[in-house]
């Protein structure tokens, strides 16, 4: 059984800092691209970020490059999400989520876990 657990969300001031943690299990982390996504209420899905674990190629997304980092360890099947400089518009709930090893735009995860809520004040 898949399971991915995030964890890390809360709420902070805009400008503020945040790093979210997403535990997998269930299927083989380094045959996979792992990463996030966003839903704001009223708004369509947004795929954040991946990273792919087979050949190490990172995605962002325009709304969220030079202010958020994502990492993986295959050792802890762990991702991460370093979010920095973050401004009210982030404020969503933020899903981590698996994708096959050839995606290019995040868009149909296979998997995807329970969300975290990320509120950001203004």
């Known amino acids: 059984e898949v399971q991915l657990q995030a964890s890390g969300g809360g709420l902070v001031q805009a400008g503020g800092s945040l790093r979210l943690s997403c535990a997998a299990s269930?299927?083989?982390?380094?045959?996979?691209?792992v990463g996030w996504f966003r839903q704001a209420p009223g708004k369509e899905r947004e795929g954040v970020s991946y990273?792919?674990?087979?050949?190490?190629?990172?995605y962002y997304a325009d709304s969220v490059k030079g202010r958020f980092t994502i990492s993986s360890s295959s050792a802890k099947n762990t991702v991460y999400l370093q979010m920095n400089g973050l401004k009210p518009e982030d404020t969503a709930v933020y899903y981590c989520?698996?994708?096959?090893?050839?995606?290019?735009?995040?868009?149909?995860?296979?998997?995807w876990g329970q969300g975290t809520q990320v509120t950001v004040s203004s």
């Open positions: 269930g299927f083989a982390f380094e045959h996979y691209a």
């Open positions: 990273v792919n674990n087979v050949d190490g190629t990172i």
């Open positions: 989520a698996v994708y096959m090893r050839t995606v290019v735009q995040p868009m149909d995860p296979l998997w």
